[in-house]
């Protein structure tokens, strides 16, 4: 049975902001969007908003669906949805990551994601995301 996992799109000045995973954590020091797990009772949205809260100190107002993708890793199954969202309040801070960036579409290879967001990056990369 997959999980759950929500993630989040958030642009600002034409690029979009990317997370590097702890190095402790599975797929460690691999690059994503802001999220995670939805738990029991959450909705989608709602876990969101809480991710971002708790992984970066901002609140944010969560848009419409980009994308959904299921992905198999030999460890777990996951489920994502990407939304698009918008920082509403504070600035990113590094409360769980190891680092951020604010990138263009154009460097999307220079970082290497986990597998589950390859086909939002293509779709990226296709110019269809912001």
């Not at 590094?94 to 263009?104: A, F, G």
């Amino acid at each position: 049975m997959a999980v759950e996992v929500v993630a989040a799109l958030i642009w600002r000045n034409g690029k979009f902001l990317i997370c590097q995973r702890p190095k402790n954590k599975a797929r460690g020091l691999l690059w994503e969007f802001v999220g995670g797990k939805v738990e029991a009772g959450e909705s989608r949205e709602e876990a969101l908003r809480r991710e971002c809260r708790e992984e970066l100190g901002v609140g944010v107002k969560v848009g419409e669906v980009y994308y959904e993708v299921e992905h198999a890793y030999p460890d777990l199954t996951v489920r994502l949805t990407l939304f698009r969202a918008a920082i509403e309040e504070g600035e990113p801070q590094l409360l769980e990551h190891n680092d951020m960036r604010w990138i263009v579409p154009s460097e999307i290879d220079g970082f290497a994601f986990c597998p589950a967001d390859e086909e939002i990056l293509q779709k990226l990369k296709e110019g269809s995301g912001n």
